[in-house]
């Protein structure tokens, strides 16, 4: 199991807080949710599916959570085709590039 951290989910409404987590619950690689001070965990499995793992890129992107490079850990050669094309919505924000300096 991997955890995944969502760090200060900001929530505009009850019904808001409700549907993230209700979504949450929909992906099938979600295990289990924690949380802890103003994270939530969720713990995922090793390998996610492709519709658990859109599901969790959506997730993100859509509460703008911080930390999406979480889920560059899920890329294998089955996925890698989709998952790092570089026209993708989420790319920058999962593989950022690395500055020669650093």
Same mark, same amino acid.
Request: net charge neutral.
């Given at each position: 199991?991997? +955890? %995944?951290?969502?760090?200060?989910?900001?929530?505009?409404? $009850?019904? !808001?807080?409700?549907?993230?987590?209700?979504?949450?619950?929909?992906?099938?690689? @979600?295990?289990? %949710?924690?949380?802890?001070? !103003?994270?939530?965990?969720?713990?995922? @499995?090793? $390998?996610? +599916?492709?519709?658990?793992?859109?599901?969790? =890129?959506?997730?993100?992107?859509?509460?703008?959570?911080?930390?999406?490079? $979480? =889920? +560059?850990?899920?890329?294998?050669?089955?996925? $890698?085709?989709?998952?790092? !094309?570089?026209?993708?919505?989420?790319?920058?924000?999962?593989?950022?590039?690395? +500055?020669?300096?650093?």
């Amino acid at each position: 199991m991997i +955890s %995944i951290f969502c760090n200060r989910v900001e929530f505009y409404s $009850q019904n !808001d807080e409700a549907s993230f987590f209700d979504f949450v619950g929909r992906i099938d690689a @979600v295990d289990s %949710i924690a949380g802890m001070g !103003d994270t939530i965990h969720l713990h995922v @499995v090793d $390998q996610p +599916s492709e519709e658990s793992l859109r599901d969790l =890129l959506a997730l993100f992107h859509r509460y703008r959570l911080p930390k999406m490079t $979480q =889920l +560059s850990q899920f890329k294998n050669r089955k996925n $890698q085709k989709w998952f790092t !094309d570089t026209d993708a919505y989420w790319h920058k924000k999962v593989f950022p590039v690395k +500055s020669k300096n650093a």
